[in-house]
């Protein structure tokens, strides 16, 4: 079986001590392809080096809500300029978090905005994050200009919300916390949700399924988030690993170019101090 882990942060100092251990546990158990999701300005080149060093690896870059107060026009004319890098394949994680209350909410909204609209302007997916914001986040979703494309991230609510971001157009990621006991709405949920939008993620280091609930995730942990989807769908492992990473290469272009193709990019690199 392939499989692709559609959202962790293996650029996170957590991993600096075990990084290519934890790529090798991942691939030992058919972990293919990670998505690097790098959802802050100060992390943005240390992801695209990584991916660039790391065969199968593509990256997402983007200001998530708890950093909107960073985003300015300096950081949006930055990220535009990175967003450019081939192996950038989606802009996130962006969307909004209203649980930690450490950026007004009006000033999240507007972070979002923009950075659908440069989304748009560069035809390419959105990762989207929300926490106790998901009625905010639909509206904003609703009222921008379709068509939409990207990812529901960390996927916890039950039918009725899978129905709302699938008729959006959106994909759904779903990760280690389809194994908690409390998860019910989301097994629900995992009835309703059409497989061609399935994709299966594991937010590392955060949010490990059982049986490592509490402990650093890594990719490798794939597995356990597979074992639970297809039991929950009445399907073989197999069959769920081929079609949501058949979802993910399709979304996501995971036509990789070598390693070598990306370290000879020539698109200019704008460093922190440049802009």
């Not at 100092?13 to 058919?30: I, M, Q, S």
């Not at 079609?243 to 704008?270: E, F, I, M, Y």
């Amino acid at each position: 079986m392939l499989l692709v882990d559609t959202h962790c942060h293996l650029d996170l100092p957590v991993f600096d001590p075990d990084r290519e251990a934890v790529l090798e546990r991942a691939r030992a158990v058919g972990v293919e392809s990670f998505v690097l999701i790098s959802f802050s300005p100060a992390f943005w080149e240390r992801a695209l080096a990584l991916a660039e060093a790391t065969p199968g690896m593509v990256v997402a870059l983007g200001v998530h809500p708890n950093e909107a107060d960073q985003f300015d026009r300096c950081v949006e004319q930055r990220l535009r300029t990175l967003a450019r890098h081939p192996l950038v394949r989606a802009i996130g994680e962006i969307g909004l978090d209203y649980y930690w209350k450490t950026v007004d909410p009006q000033r999240q909204q507007y972070v979002f905005r923009r950075q659908l609209e440069l989304a748009r302007e560069l035809e390419l997916p959105v990762i989207l994050h929300q926490r106790e914001a998901e009625q905010d986040l639909l509206t904003l979703l609703e009222g921008s200009a379709p068509p939409h494309r990207g990812v529901m991230h960390c996927f916890t609510g039950g039918p009725d919300l899978a129905h709302a971001f699938v008729a959006l157009g959106f994909h759904l990621g779903i990760g280690g916390i389809v194994t908690f006991r409390n998860a019910r709405p989301l097994r629900q949920a995992l009835h309703v949700i059409p497989d061609e939008r399935l994709l299966l993620e594991t937010d590392s280091p955060y949010l490990a399924p059982v049986p490592h609930r509490g402990q650093r995730n890594e990719p490798a942990f794939l597995r356990y988030v597979l074992a639970t989807v297809a039991a929950e769908r009445g399907k073989s492992e197999e069959e769920v690993a081929a079609q949501t990473t058949r979802n993910a290469h399709h979304l996501l272009h995971l036509s990789l170019p070598s390693c070598s193709q990306a370290a000879d990019h020539k698109a200019p690199k704008v460093s922190e101090g440049q802009v």
